[in-house]
């Protein structure tokens, strides 16, 4: 029950944070929809797309490699700060020139990635402090500062969509939410740890990717097959297209924080329990997962039949084609919120290449079916896939799971 009782808390204070950043968000998203139209929401909402492949690389999972080494040697966390510091910064160049080169988006998009392209350090220092939040239980001070970064944003974004400003500039507001947002991060974590700037050190970082690269090679992967199809659905449909199928992904890229939420507070727990009795951990992962599912299926109802009404009130009637996306994305929900859970067994379990080969394959997958059924489809093929994706990966990580561990699991 004690287990229950940090996890609860800890959860809490990260979905009460979220309501504030998801209200922001579709606050923001509803004004750009109304003054900037599809084209405007297309472009705004796939910048942050784009960016948001530089967010991960920025990241690389390296907190959950990280983490369990922390109690022994506390200045991991002030190394790993340092190399994604200065990796953040490459990136910022590395994402503009590739937006420029690809063959994608009008010159707006471009733009609006560089203007953006800040966000990518902002992610880095976010992800680094969020280390030391995790560590210590502190959730409820993370929550603090990503707030400010919504309440910097709102009136900042308003303020040049208002001027009639073009829509890539809108991404200035979001660099300013984050130099906030960094900055209260920095302030309230000196309570419980000391960053600072120092040369990273490059043996240090090439120990760490040797250990990690399978995660990180994970998470790329399942950032890809999470959002290919974005892309793919640009190319063939246009930015108006992708505006309305971004639209409705950004509410259920809303619900699916959730799980996120409950498994950052419960993998510090996980580390815990696998050390001292392998049992145990199996019994708490199946108590998370049955907490996991009956959520999952209240907000796949929840969603389904209040789609219409929630699009309606973010944006306006011109956008309709988006609830018929949400609706089938939402019946995804649950593969979503189990693979969450197994996703972060597998990382305790030690099984990161099992990981990447399994979200290798769901890519190939995805890719293929998006390449297949977009072109006729749109984006009703776009929700149907990445339902079907992640049902697939589902499918594998519980197979793999039980013929791995099914002594454990069974006892």
Same mark, same amino acid.
């Given at each position: 029950m004690?287990i229950?009782?940090k996890?609860?808390?800890q959860?809490s204070?990260?979905?009460?944070?979220?309501?504030?950043?998801?209200?922001?968000?579709?606050?923001?998203l509803?004004?750009?929809?109304?003054?900037y139209g599809?084209?405007?929401?297309g472009?705004?909402?796939l910048?942050?797309?784009?960016?948001s492949?530089f967010?991960?690389?920025?990241?690389l999972?390296?907190?959950?490699i990280?983490?369990?080494?922390l109690?022994?040697?506390?200045?991991?966390?002030?190394?790993?700060?340092?190399?994604?510091?200065?990796?953040?910064?490459v990136?910022?160049?590395? =994402?503009?020139v590739?937006a420029f080169? /690809?063959? *994608?988006? !009008?010159d707006d $998009?471009?733009?609006?990635?560089?203007?953006? %392209?800040?966000t990518?350090?902002g992610?880095?220092?976010?992800?680094?402090?969020?280390l030391?939040f995790q560590y210590?239980?502190?959730?409820?001070?993370?929550?603090?500062?990503?707030?400010l970064?919504s309440?910097?944003?709102?009136?900042?974004?308003i303020?040049?969509?208002?001027?009639?400003l073009?829509v890539?500039l809108?991404n200035?507001?979001?660099?300013?939410g984050?130099l906030?947002?960094?900055?209260?991060?920095f302030?309230?974590?000196k309570k419980f740890?000391?960053?600072?700037?120092?040369?990273p050190s490059?043996l240090y970082?090439k120990?760490l990717?040797?250990? =990690?690269?399978?995660?990180s090679l994970t /998470?790329? *992967?399942? !950032?890809l097959y $999470?959002?290919i199809d974005?892309?793919?659905? %640009?190319?063939y449909?246009g930015?108006s297209?992708?505006?309305?199928?971004?639209l409705a992904y950004?509410?259920?890229?809303?619900?699916?924080?959730i799980?996120?939420?409950?498994?950052?507070?419960?993998?510090?727990l996980?580390?815990q329990?696998f050390s001292?009795?392998?049992?145990?951990f199996?019994?708490e992962?199946?108590?998370?997962?049955?907490i996991?599912?009956?959520?999952?299926i209240l907000?796949?109802l929840?969603?389904?039949?209040?789609a219409?009404?929630v699009?309606?009130?973010i944006?306006?009637s011109?956008?309709q084609p988006?609830s018929?996306?949400?609706?089938?994305?939402?019946?995804?929900?649950?593969?979503y919120? *189990?693979s !969450?859970?197994l996703?972060?067994v597998f990382?305790t379990?030690k099984?990161y290449?099992s990981?990447?080969?399994?979200?290798?394959?769901g890519?190939?997958?995805?890719?293929?079916?998006?390449?297949v059924f977009?072109?006729s489809?749109?984006f009703?093929?776009?929700?149907?896939i990445?339902?079907i994706?992640?049902y697939l990966i589902?499918f594998l990580?519980?197979?793999?799971?039980?013929f791995k561990?099914k002594?454990?699991i069974?006892s």
């Open positions: 004690e229950l009782r996890v609860f808390q959860t204070y990260q979905i009460l944070g979220k309501v504030v950043n998801s209200l922001a968000t579709l606050f923001i509803g004004f750009i929809a109304r003054f599809e084209d405007g929401t472009v705004f909402t910048a942050l797309t784009f960016l492949f967010y991960l690389a920025s990241d999972g390296l907190n959950a990280v983490l369990p080494r109690k022994s040697s506390p200045n991991e966390a002030n190394k790993l700060f340092n190399f994604r510091l200065i990796w953040s910064l990136l910022v160049v590395g =994402s503009s590739v080169l /690809l063959p *994608l988006g !009008s $998009f471009k733009l609006a990635v560089l203007f953006g %392209s800040l990518i350090t992610m880095a220092l976010y992800n680094s402090f969020n030391i210590r239980l502190k959730y409820n001070l993370s929550v603090i500062a990503s707030s970064d309440l910097v944003q709102i009136p900042l974004i303020a040049l969509g208002l001027m009639k073009p890539y809108l200035l507001g979001l660099v300013l984050d906030m947002s960094n900055t209260t991060s302030i309230l974590i740890y000391r960053f600072k700037l120092e040369v490059f970082i120990g990717l040797l250990v =990690s690269w399978p995660i /998470l790329v *992967l399942n !950032s $999470f959002r974005t892309f793919i659905l %640009s190319f449909h930015i297209s992708s505006g309305n199928y971004n950004q509410v259920f890229q809303n619900i699916l924080v799980p996120t939420f409950i498994m950052n507070g419960f993998y510090p996980m580390v329990s001292f009795n392998k049992i145990k199996f019994k992962i199946k108590l998370a997962g049955v996991l599912f009956l959520i999952s907000a796949s929840v969603i389904f039949t209040l219409d009404l699009i309606k009130i944006a306006n011109g956008f988006a018929l996306s949400l609706k089938i994305l939402s019946l995804s929900f649950p593969a919120f *189990l !969450s859970l996703m972060w990382l379990l099984e290449k990981l990447a080969l399994i979200y290798a394959f890519l190939i997958i995805n890719i293929f079916l998006n390449l977009i072109p489809y749109s009703i093929a776009a929700s149907a990445t339902g994706s992640e589902l990580l519980l197979t793999i799971l039980y561990f002594d454990e069974n």
